[in-house]
């Protein structure tokens, strides 16, 4: 079966721009999670979605990030205005359950520099 | 105290040895635990799920202490392809997953 896409794999934006990426989860999969990684650290969950609806999204930056998943597959997570802490390593994460139990499967991440 | 805490290393090992890596979670709550390998610039996969019991995979052993409240995991006869970052998940009691920082090893010829 097909695995997590991402795209852009790679983004260099300078601060106060604004950024996009995107994701497509493995198909079926009920969960999709943003993660951000910065180097040297574990992912820290950024929102995470159950079919279209956000279950958790306490950690996210709301001034200046959004995400959506519409129609329960697809997701966007946006960064409006982008700050010189937002680089890291972006990760989109899947999973057939509806989270905290079983395996998540990731995607290659979109490694995020902004100057 | 954060939620979940590894060891950060790094452990440098030669090939062929026994290395033990731990981590602690704070949430008693916790209900699921696991460990992801991550290769340098690559996404985290999963290694192994850590069960009640323990389980083993090969060379990969995984053990769960709920009293202490900690996880392992038990990599013998290392090998150089073993060299990554080990990222020990426990489930936050509910629905979400926590990471924590990693332990990096380094197997050395």
């Known amino acids: 079966e097909a695995g997590v896409a991402q795209s852009p794999r790679y983004k260099i934006i300078e601060k106060r721009q604004s950024v996009a990426f995107w994701c497509n989860p493995i198909s079926g999969h009920a969960t999709l999670y943003w993660y951000q990684q910065i180097l040297g650290q574990g992912p820290k969950l950024l929102i995470q979605f159950q079919n279209n609806g956000v279950v958790d999204d306490s950690q996210l930056p709301k001034d200046r990030f959004s995400a959506e998943r519409l129609k329960g597959v697809d997701s966007t997570l946006k960064i409006q205005p982008a700050k010189l802490e937002d680089s890291a390593v972006y990760l989109c994460?899947?999973?057939?359950?509806?989270?905290?139990?079983?395996?998540?499967?990731f995607g290659p991440g979109t490694r995020l520099t902004v100057l | 105290r954060k939620e979940v805490e590894q060891d950060p290393g790094p452990f440098n090992v030669p090939e062929g040895a026994t290395v033990a890596f731990n981590c602690t979670y704070s949430?008693?709550?916790?209900?699921?635990f696991f460990w992801y390998r991550q290769d340098c610039r690559k996404e985290p996969k999963l290694l192994m799920s850590v069960y009640s019991s323990g389980n083993e995979d090969g060379r990969f052993t995984a053990q769960l202490n709920r009293a202490s409240q900690y996880i392992s995991l038990l990599i013998r006869d290392s090998k150089l392809s073993d060299s990554a970052t080990y990222l020990c998940?426990?489930?936050?009691?509910?629905?979400?997953?926590?990471f924590g920082t990693g332990t990096r090893l380094k197997v050395l010829a």
């Open positions: 949430n008693s709550a916790s209900q699921s």
């Open positions: 998940v426990v489930n936050s009691g509910t629905y979400k997953y926590i």
């Open positions: 994460a899947s999973s057939r359950d509806r989270g905290g139990y079983g395996e998540q499967f």
